[in-house]
Each structure stands twice: as C-alpha cells, then as structure tokens.
C-alpha cells in the first residue's frame, strides 16, 4: 500500500467514528426536541451534515485508491448511514491499516537481510 492509499484510509477512519457520534447527537436532539422546549436540531443538523459530506468525500477518495470491490466500497457507504455503523466502519479501517502496515514490513524485511 502506497503512502497516499494510507493517507485516504486514515482520514475515512479518523472522521468516521465522529460522524457516528454526531449522528447519535442529532438523534438525541431529534426526540429532545418532540419532547421538550429544547431545540438543538439545527446546529447538529448541521454538524452532522459537514461531517457526514467529509466521510463520502473520504469515502469516495478510499474506494478509489484502495480498490476496493462494489461490494467493501457499498459495505463502508453503507455503514455510513446507520446510527452506530461509524463506530464499525472505524474498527474495520483500523484493522486494515494495521494488516497493511504488517504486511508492508513483512516485505521490507527479506530486502534489508539481502542487502546486507
């Protein structure tokens, strides 16, 4: 894996589990709001929305550079759109990163004994 596929993993990992939390938000806000005088749906409304755009935007960016298949790049989009799904989406991403990064030294280690 090249620097800038792990760049873009990274980034749709670092935004996805607060896209989740400010999903939760505005569902809390949604039922404050029925049930209350208190109105906070706007503001999180928007929140959510920036970062919601940011993780397809990543989202988008990390299916192409990683290559995914249609059914990893609907999986993770998916995700995206179920309250609680960031907070897999992320555990996912970091899991993958990390088996690429194992993977990345597992092949530079054969390198460095031969050229020394």
Known sequence: ??????????????????????????????????????????????????????????????WRRARWGWQRGALYFVLSVLPTGGFFAERMLRRECEASVLAARAAQTPEAAVGA
């Open 1 to 62: 894996m090249d620097l800038k596929t792990a760049g873009a993993l990274r980034r749709l990992r670092l935004i996805s589990a607060p896209e989740a939390v400010s999903f939760l938000l505005l569902l809390v806000c949604s039922v404050l709001k029925r049930t209350t005088d208190f109105n906070a749906v706007p503001a999180m409304g928007m929140i959510h929305g920036v970062l919601f755009i940011l993780y397809v935007l990543f989202w988008a960016d990390s």
